[in-house]
């Protein structure tokens, strides 16, 4: 069974950069590199998850529009682990941010960590 921990999030200033981290556990680096893996966020006012990044097997990586040029997707596959930098941050991104594992259909989840930017 995949978990999934997040870290990373915390209060910044308008302008500022987060690192996001999310981790991997109960499955080896192999498996990990099979993975599509996703950085969703939700808002406080909770209209559901909104996708902002992803990055496939292959290493591809799309973003939502509003965060293309500021945010970047990494992974490690040795590690299990998967990164967002997120760069010249708004308050319109402050969110509670998912990171998931997806294959064949299913799709694990962490926790979330939470993202909050001042003005």
């Known amino acids: 069974q995949v978990q999934l921990v997040e870290s990373g999030g915390g209060l910044v200033q308008t302008g500022g950069s987060l690192r996001l981290s999310c981790s991997a556990s109960g499955i080896v680096s192999e498996t990990f590199a099979t993975y599509d893996m996703k950085w969703y966020r939700q808002r406080a006012t909770g209209n559901g998850r909104e996708l902002v990044a992803l990055i496939d097997s292959s290493g591809r990586s799309n973003y939502l529009g509003a965060v293309k040029g500021r945010f970047t997707i990494s992974r490690d596959n040795a590690n299990n682990r998967v990164y967002l930098q997120m760069n010249s941050l708004n308050p319109e991104d402050s969110s509670v941010y998912y990171c998931?594992?997806?294959?064949?259909?299913?799709?694990?989840w962490g926790q979330g960590t939470q993202v909050t930017v001042s003005s």
């Open positions: 998931s594992a997806e294959r064949n259909g299913g799709r694990h």
